[in-house]
C-alpha cells in the first residue's frame, strides 16, 4: 500500500540545481537502494521523502513526492514524518534512557498508559534485534552503548512511532564490520512489514539488502531496475564504470 | 644571549600568571586576619545565631542572620525574575530567533549587561519603586522587592547567555534525531534540546545566582540599610554587601569591632559566592564529558 | 486523530512566551534609558561638566569625577594591559597542559566570580593601608586591576588561541626565538582580540563603584588630580552620593551623572566593537 512516487523532482541549494527531473517509484515492503559517488544528491533525494531538508533555509524543491497517492510537499511535516521514519548516519540517541528513548516518539504523540508504551519498547526493541542485549538495563544511559548498539536502538525509536516508511542514511558508515553485518539483517528482515529506502556509498551493502537500486550521478537518476540486473548487466556505461570502479 | 633572554623572558610571563595565585591567596589572608580577630570578641555562636545585628550601635549584636535573610530575600526575587525570563530569551534566541534578530537582540543584552550597578540602583528607586507604591501603598521607599526586580535584571543576560551556550551546544544531530520521529519545533526544544543541556543551563543559574548575592550597588541604593529579619519583600532590608559600604561610607577606624565586622561578613559572602562559582564549574565540566 | 493542532498550537503559546521575555528585555533597556534621560537632560549643560560638585545643586557639576574616571581608566589600563596580557601569553605560549597551568586557570575562573566589593576590602587592607598609598588614584587603579584581571586574561587567552599553529611554525622554521615569534607573530595577530575583550574589561571597572568605595573613594572632593597619588571620585560614587541625597534636585544631577557616564560607556564599547569589524574582516584565515 504504501508506493513512493516521485514526479519531477527538481531541488536546489541556493542557485546551485542538485536534484534534476527525479522519477522514481518506490515499491511497498521492498528494500530500495540509492547508490552513488558523494555529491551527487542521494541523501538530499532520501531527506527530500520526509521534508528534513526543510530546516535549511536555502533549499527549495519543485515537483511531487506522493505516498499513497497523497503530496507530500502539501503536507503537514510533523504528520508526515510520524508516518517516514528515518535513522541517521551517525547514531543520534537522545541523552535519556534507553527505555525513554524509544517511548519518547509514542509520547509525544499522545500515548501516555505506561503499559502501552511499555509494550511498544518491548516490540520495538526486539524487532530491532537489541532486546536481548540491553532487556536488564532500560533505565541505563543510551549514550553507554556501543556505537552499534546505538544505531538499533536509533532504529527501534523509529519503529516505535509505527512508520510505514523507513528511511535509512548510510546508516552503518560508522560502525565497524560486525555491527554492519547485524544491521544488514536486520534490514532484510524488516522489509516484511515496511517500505525502506537506503542510501549507502558501499555497493557490496546494495547489493546485499535491497532489491531495488537506483543509481544517481550529479544530480540526475542514470539507472534504476532490480539490484540484480543493475549490478549484473547495467544498461548505462555511468552505471558500470561507478559499479566496477572506475570512478568515484 | 638569546637563549638567556628568552628565560628572562619566561620568568617575567610566570610572574604575571601567578599575580592570580597571590590575589587570591591576598583575599583569604586579609579576610581571614580580621575575621579572627573579630571572632575574639564575639562568638561564632552568637553571630551565626544572634537574630539581631547592631554593630555600630549600643547594645551591640552581632547576628548575621538579617543580613543574610536580607540576601536572601533578594536573591530569591532576583531569581524569581531572571530564571524563567532568561531560559525563555535563551530558547528564543537559541531556537527560534533568525539570524538577523540574534544579531540585534545579542548586542541588547550585552549592553544590558554592562550597565553599570547604580544606574539600576537608580532605576529601581526612581521609577521601580514608585510604580510598585501606586500598587502597594504600604511600599517602604526602600524595599526589597524593588532591588529583587533590578538584580533579576541585572543577571538576566547572564542566565540567557550561558543558557543559550549551552542550548546551541546540543548537537544538530540529536535534534534532527526528533524532528524525524515527528517532534514539533516546541517539543524539540523543551523535550529534547533543553533536557540534553540542563547541567550547562543549571551552572547558569548558580553562577548568576551568586553575582546576586554579590551585588552592591543597586541593593544598598534600592532596599535600604535596615538591617531586618522579615519575609515581607516590601520593606527595606540591608544585605551583607549594603552593610559594608555602610561601615566603609562612615569613619569607623581601623583596629574597632565595626571595622573588623565587615571583615567577618565578607568572609560569609565570599565563601558563599566561591562554593557556587566552583559548583557551577564542576557542574559544567560534567555536563562536557556527555556529548565527548 | 492526531493531536497534531493541539501540539502545535501549545508550541505557538510557548513561542509567544519566549517572544515576549526577550522583548521585555529590550523594552527594559529603553525605559532605563527613557528615565535617565528625562529626568537629567535639562541639567546636562556646559555648566555641569565643568563645575565641582556643590551643596547648592544648581551650581554642582561633575568636572572631578569625569577627571578622576579618567585618571583611573589610564592607570588601569596601564597596569592591567601588560600584566594580563603577560600572563594569558604565559598560560597559552610557554606553559604545556601540567598541574601548574590548571590550578592557575581554575583559580582565575574563580577570581572571575569573586564579588567587587570583596576586591574593595582586600585593596583596603592591601593598598591603602599596608603599602601606604593612601586614598589615591593608585590604590584605586591597583584595586580595580585585580577586580578586572581574570576577564582580561580569559578574553586574552581566546585571542591568543585563535592565532593558527602554521604562523608560529612558520616562524620557528626561520630561526625565530620563542619570544621574536611570541611577540612579532602571536602578539601581534591576536592583539585586536586582545584590546576588544581588555576594552569591554575597562568598561566594567569603570561602572564600578563598590570596591572604590571601599578604598574611601567617596569624599567630597573639589579639584581635579594632578598626580597619581592626589586623592579622587569617579562618575558612579559621584552619581550614588547625588542619589543617596534626600533632596531631588540631586536626584537630577544624578541622572545627568548617569547620561555622562553611559555616553562614556557607549564610547569605549563602540571602540571595541570598530577593533572587532576590522579584525574580523582583514584576518580570517
Known amino acids: ?248 | 644571549m638569546g637563549r638567556l633572554k628568552d628565560a628572562v623572558i619566561e620568568k617575567i610571563l610566570l610572574a604575571c600568571a601567578l599575580i592570580s595565585i597571590l590575589t587570591m591567596i591576598g583575599i583569604v589572608a586579609t579576610l581571614l586576619f580580621e575575621t579572627i580577630n573579630f571572632f575574639s570578641e564575639v562568638s561564632i555562636a552568637s553571630f551565626l545565631f544572634d537574630t539581631k545585628w547592631t554593630p555600630l550601635f549600643k547594645p551591640a549584636h552581632y547576628g548575621i542572620l538579617p543580613l543574610i535573610n536580607g540576601t536572601l530575600i533578594i536573591t530569591i526575587g532576583a531569581a524569581a525574575v531572571a530564571l524563567p525570563l532568561g531560559i525563555l530569551t535563551a530558547i528564543f534566541l537559541s531556537e527560534y530567533a533568525s539570524p538577523k534578530f540574534r544579531q540585534v537582540a545579542k548586542p541588547v543584552l550585552e549592553i544590558l549587561a554592562g550597565v553599570p550597578t547604580v544606574v539600576y540602583g537608580y532605576f529601581a528607586l526612581t521609577f521601580i519603586t514608585p510604580l510598585l507604591r501606586k500598587a502597594y501603598p504600604e511600599t517602604n521607599i526602600f524595599n526589597a522587592a524593588s532591588a529583587s526586580i533590578v538584580v533579576g535584571i541585572l543577571i538576566l543576560p547572564m542566565v540567557a547567555s550561558l543558557s543559550e551556550d549551552a542550548i546551541r551546544a546540543v548537537p544538530r544531530s540529536i535534534r534532527e534525531g526528533a524532528y524525524a520521529l515527528g517532534a514539533t519545533p516546541f517539543e524539540v526544544s523543551t523535550k529534547v534540546a533543553v533536557p540534553a543541556a540542563l547541567s550547562g543551563i543549571l551552572a547558569s543559574f548558580i553562577l548568576a545566582l551568586s553575582r546576586a548575592i554579590g551585588e552592591t550597588m543597586a541593593v544598598t541604593i534600592a532596599a535600604g540599610m535596615m538591617p531586618r529579619l522579615t519575609l515581607n519583600p516590601l520593606e527595606g532590608v540591608q544585605t551583607m554587601t549594603a552593610y559594608i559600604v555602610q561601615v566603609s561610607l562612615g569613619d569607623t577606624p581601623r583596629g574597632t569591632i565595626g571595622y573588623q565586622s565587615i571583615f567577618a561578613v565578607a568572609m560569609v559572602l565570599f565563601i558563599m559566592t566561591l562554593g557556587m562559582n566552583i559548583a557551577s564549574q564542576l557542574i559544567r565540566q560534567k555536563y562536557r564529558e556527555a556529548y565527548v | 486523530m492526531d493531536n497534531v493542532t493541539a501540539r502545535k498550537r501549545i508550541g505557538k503559546v510557548f513561542w509567544a512566551m519566549c517572544l515576549a521575555s526577550t522583548g521585555i528585555a529590550l523594552i527594559v533597556l529603553a525605559m532605563l534609558l527613557y528615565d535617565s534621560i528625562t529626568d537629567g537632560l535639562p541639567w546636562l549643560d556646559l555648566q555641569f561638566l565643568s563645575s565641582f560638585p556643590s551643596r547648592i545643586p544648581a551650581r554642582a557639576g561633575i568636572k572631578s569625577a569625569l577627571y578622576g574616571s579618567i585618571w583611573m581608566m589610564a592607570f588601569t589600563a596601564l597596569i592591567s594591559l601588560p600584566l594580563g596580557i603577560g600572563a594569558a601569553l604565559y598560560l597559552e605560549e610557554y606553559e604545556k597542559e601540567s598541574l601548574l597551568k590548571r590550578i592557575i586557570e581554575t583559580n582565575i575562573s574563580n577570581l572571575a566570580g569573586v564579588p567587587s566589593i570583596v576586591y574593595g576590602i582586600l585593596g583596603l587592607a592591601l593598598f591603602v593601608r599596608t603599602l601606604r598609598l593612601e586614598r589615591s588614584i593608585l590604590s584605586g587603579a591597583l584595586t580595580m586591576t585585580l577586580l578586572i584581571l581574570p576577564v582580561i586574561i580569559i578574553s586574552s587567552q581566546e585571542a591568543i588561541r585563535a592565532v593558527p599553529k602554521s604562523i608560529r611554525e612558520a616562524s620557528y622554521a626561520l630561526g625565530a626565538s620563542k619570544w621574536e615569534t611570541t611577540r612579532h607573530h602571536v602578539l601581534t595577530n591576536a592583539l585586536p582580540g586582545i584590546l576588544t575583550g581588555s576594552i569591554l574589561a575597562l568598561s566594567r571597572a569603570l561602572g564600578e563603584a563598590a570596591p572604590l568605595i571601599m578604598i574611601g573613594a567617596l569624599t567630597f572632593i573639589a579639584f581635579t588630580p594632578q598626580t597619581p597619588f592626589d586623592p579622587f571620585t569617579v562618575l558612579p560614587i559621584q552619581i550614588f552620593n547625588w542619589i543617596s541625597r534626600p533632596q531631588e534636585e540631586f536626584r537630577f544631577l544624578a541622572a545627568a551623572g548617569i547620561i555622562v557616564l553611559l555616553i562614556f560607556l557607549l564610547s569605549m564599547n563602540a571602540v571595541a566593537i570598530i577593533i572587532r569589524n576590522r579584525y574580523e574582516k582583514y584576518s580570517r584565515w
Request: glycine letters at 6%; hydrophobic letters at 40%; charged letters at 25%.
Open chain 1, 1 to 248: 500500500m504504501t508506493s513512493i512516487k516521485i514526479k519531477n523532482l527538481n531541488a536546489y541549494y541556493g542557485e546551485k540545481q542538485v536534484l534534476k527531473e527525479i522519477n522514481l517509484d518506490i515499491g511497498e515492503k521492498r528494500v530500495t537502494a540509492i547508490i552513488g559517488p558523494s555529491g551527487c544528491g542521494k541523501s538530499t533525494l532520501l531527506r527530500c521523502i520526509n521534508r528534513m531538508n526543510d530546516f535549511i533555509d536555502i533549499f527549495r524543491a519543485e515537483g511531487e513526492i506522493d505516498i499513497d497517492d497523497k503530496d507530500i510537499m502539501q503536507m503537514d511535516p510533523v504528520l508526515l514524518r510520524k508516518q517516514v521514519g528515518m535513522v541517521f548516519q551517525k547514531p543520534n540517541p537522545f541523552p535519556k534512557t534507553i527505555f525513554e528513548n524509544v517511548a519518547w516518539g509514542p509520547k509525544i504523540h499522545g500515548t501516555k498508559d505506561k503499559s502501552t508504551l511499555n509494550k511498544i519498547v518491548n516490540n520495538s526493541l526486539k524487532q530491532a534485534a537489541l532486546w536481548d542485549e540491553v532487556k536488564g538495563r532500560l533505565k541505563d544511559n543510551a549514550l553507554g552503548l556501543s556505537g552499534g548498539q546505538q544505531q538499533r536502538l536509533c532504529i527501534a525509536r523509529a519503529l516505535a512511532v509505527s512508520p510505514e516508511v523507513i528511511l535509512l542514511d548510510e546508516p552503518c558508515s560508522a560502525l565497524d564490520p560486525v555491527s554492519t553485518a547485524k544491521i544488514e539483517d536486520l534490514i532484510v528482515a524488516l522489509k516484511k512489514h515496511y517500505t525502506i529506502v537506503i542510501v549507502t556509498h558501499n555497493m557490496q551493502q546494495a547489493a546485499r539488502v535491497s532489491d531495488n537500486t537506483a543509481f544517481l550521478l550529479n544530480g540526475d537518476l542514470i539507472e534504476y531496475s532490480d539490484t540484480d540486473t543493475l549490478f549484473e548487466t547495467p544498461k548505462d556505461k555511468r552505471t558500470e564504470d561507478y559499479i566496477t570502479g572506475r570512478f568515484g
